[in-house]
């Protein structure tokens, strides 16, 4: 092999770059156990088994807002029981925590789906978004922001 | 193994992995409860506002109130920010086409409500790239913001400017969030759904908010219902709505026929 030196460098550079988030975390001793859900104690049942809404809740909701927007079809059934096709009127009843549900483990995959920009979290209305005082403050801050960029 | 059995095994397989598939699917899943009528066709959801009995009543900002609190409506003073659904303005901004000197003063002087007029024939609809907007069955011009990729077409081909963009992040800006109903983030576009979320196998389960909160001043129902309290208004009071040379049909009159006369 000529230059097997400059080769087998190579190789070793590029795997310690490779499999550097992995020395990383273990330096820092990042926490990588599985997230550990809050389930509700309320309530037994989820509308399908536990396994089926771990690979696909994301399908079902997907389908259930095509359904419920643009075909106006509102109602799902299971066993005995109807609800309405709703991720605030439905799902976050149950699981009535955002951060202690959907986030630990969208987190811990590092997936940022993108209901939350608009659907209204249960955290957020404990929290009570803008008051009178808030709100006026706002204003104020968009009309200097305005005045300064004119 | 021969060509024969090779292939009698793969096809095997393949039959095995779909049919667990299925299966799973199957059972794993509960049912989807077609609520919608077959029938909504035959409806024209339209609105009547009695701009006299408004006037009387006095209603205008709670009838905005009731609606901006319900859909999680922002309130942005900046006029370049600005958000809304329904709101007032005065005669003669509302209708420049009846606009003449002469009229009578208790006519001009009437403020207006104006919201989205659920065209029958929108503009709005034919310009969406993306088709997050659109004329369901029943006459509701629809939005899908799920959909809507901010491109604000539908606001210049609006001729009534019943459409808001959101150029700021509105939720910040929302006072009495309800939870029921989504928000919207920046870059959407959104006007009235006439509340469309209150319709249950075609069939309104409560009033919208403006008419509950108007008093009796704005009145609505199905056009093509001739027992409707809206028809029933429309063919015996007079009534215009915006802009009619444009042709796009708006379903929301005004009536302008004092009670007393």
């Not at chain 1, 978004?129 to 005045?147: G, P, V």
């Not at chain 2, 905005?64 to 005065?90: G, Q, S, T």
């Not at chain 2, 901004?93 to 919201?115: M, R, Y």
């Amino acid at each position: 092999m000529y230059d097997g030196w400059k080769i087998i460098l190579g190789i070793i550079i590029f795997l310690v770059v490779f499999t550097i988030p992995l020395w990383l975390n273990i330096a820092n001793k990042a926490d990588t156990s599985i997230p550990e859900l809050v389930l509700p104690t309320d309530y037994k049942e989820c509308i399908a088994p536990r396994d089926y809404m771990r690979a696909y809740h994301m399908d079902i909701l997907d389908e259930w807002r095509d359904k419920v927007v643009r075909q106006d079809i509102r109602m799902f059934k299971f066993k005995d029981q109807v609800v309405e096709m709703s991720l605030t009127k439905t799902c976050m009843k149950c699981h009535d925590s955002k951060q202690n549900f959907c986030d630990r483990c969208h987190n811990y995959f590092g997936v940022k789906p993108y209901c939350w920009d608009c659907h209204v979290a249960p955290e957020e209305v404990k929290k009570k978004f803008a008051t009178r005082e808030d709100l006026n403050r706002l204003n104020e801050d968009t009309e200097n922001n305005n005045s300064v960029r004119r | 193994m021969d060509r024969r059995k090779f292939i009698y095994l793969l096809s095997g397989t393949a039959c095995l992995g779909i049919a667990g598939k299925v299966g799973f699917e199957l059972t794993a899943k509960g049912e989807i409860i077609n609520s919608a009528e077959k029938g909504l066709g035959n409806k024209r959801w339209a609105m009547a506002i009695d701009l006299f009995r408004l006037k009387k009543k006095n209603t205008y900002f709670a009838c905005i109130e009731a609606c901006h609190n319900a859909h999680n409506v922002p309130e942005i003073l900046n006029k370049k920010h600005e958000i809304k659904w329904i709101w007032r303005e005065n005669f003669k901004h509302a209708f420049i086409e009846q606009e003449h000197k002469n009229l009578p003063q208790k006519i001009t002087s009437l403020p207006v409500l104006l919201l989205c007029n659920h065209c029958n024939r929108p503009p709005c609809v034919n310009v969406c790239p993306t088709k997050a907007t659109w004329r369901r069955s029943d006459g509701i011009v629809m939005m899908d913001w799920h959909r809507c990729i901010g491109c604000r077409y539908c606001i210049a081909a609006c001729p009534y400017g019943s459409r808001s963009f959101n150029f700021i992040e509105p939720k910040p800006h929302i006072h009495n969030i309800t939870e029921d109903f989504p928000a919207r983030t920046r870059g959407v576009v959104e006007k009235c759904t006439f509340c469309a979320e209150y319709i249950v196998k075609g069939e309104y389960i409560k009033q919208p908010d403006c008419v509950a909160a108007s008093k009796g001043a704005i009145v609505f129902g199905n056009l093509n219902d001739k027992n409707s309290e809206v028809y029933k208004l429309l063919t015996t009071k007079f009534s215009i709505r915006r802009k009619p040379e444009l042709s796009t049909e708006p379903e929301v009159y005004y009536i302008i026929e004092d009670e007393e006369v």
